[in-house]
């Protein structure tokens, strides 16, 4: 037997659907238009077509995306936050590490506690570099408006958790990290605890560390562990998000 190297896809494909907060607009300059505007016709060009193009209109946090930590604030750790651009490299490429807690109910919090059982049903012991996935299977609502309010998140602690074990890279296969809009906000608003709005986002603040939302296809990939994710965002100047392809690399067996 020898093994082939395999990649497997866990982004979505960027469109417009239900399952976005905000509409994506493509305006396509087709391939007969795409020589008038060179000041030429499609006679002129080879097959009697010019070349396409296509202006996008979305948000950095559209689609599969990794969010800097300038989105959580201003600063990180007392100094300048880092920009989606100025992230490190290194940091988005490691070992992968699939925490399944499709247990959790949507709208609870994914605490501690957890992420340690699935730790140890993963038997798995966090280490600097690792690429945490938190595997909810809310992926399955793509394309539906309950993707967007139909999830767990994590908690402050539970990033704090992973980020103060050497974690640089947390990501999970639904709308965000932090638990839905409404139940925060709700919670907020029946105990006047700040602490309830984005406590994963905000734990940013303290440390840095960068977020892979809105993943796909955990389910597919061998195991727990076993692999390298490969996960770096588009470089926007100066923005707290970049739109991101993160890819599992492993080796399959195959015959000879």
Known sequence: MSGRKTFLDLSFATRDTPSEATPVVVD?????????????????????????????????????????????????????????????????????????????????????????????????????GDIVMLWTGADALWGTREYLSTFPGLTGKGTQFLVEAGVKVIGIDAWGLDRPMAAMIEEYRRTGDKGALWPAHVYGRTREYLQLEKLNNLGALPGATGYDISCFPVAVAGTGAGWTRVVAVFEQEEED
């Open 28 to 128: 396509l300059l087709d391939h007969v238009t795409g020589a008038t505007v060179l000041g030429l016709s499609p006679e002129d060009f080879p097959d009697g077509m010019a070349i396409s193009n296509e202006t996008v209109t979305l948000t950095t946090h559209t689609g599969t995306h990794m969010d800097a930590p300038l989105h959580y604030g201003p600063l990180s750790g007392g100094v300048p936050a880092k920009s989606i651009d100025q992230v490190p490299l290194e940091w988005c490429y490691g070992p992968g590490v699939r925490l399944d807690v499709r247990h959790v109910p949507a709208g609870d919090g994914i605490t501690v506690d957890h992420l340690n059982a699935a730790l140890d049903a993963a038997e798995h012991d966090l280490a600097p």
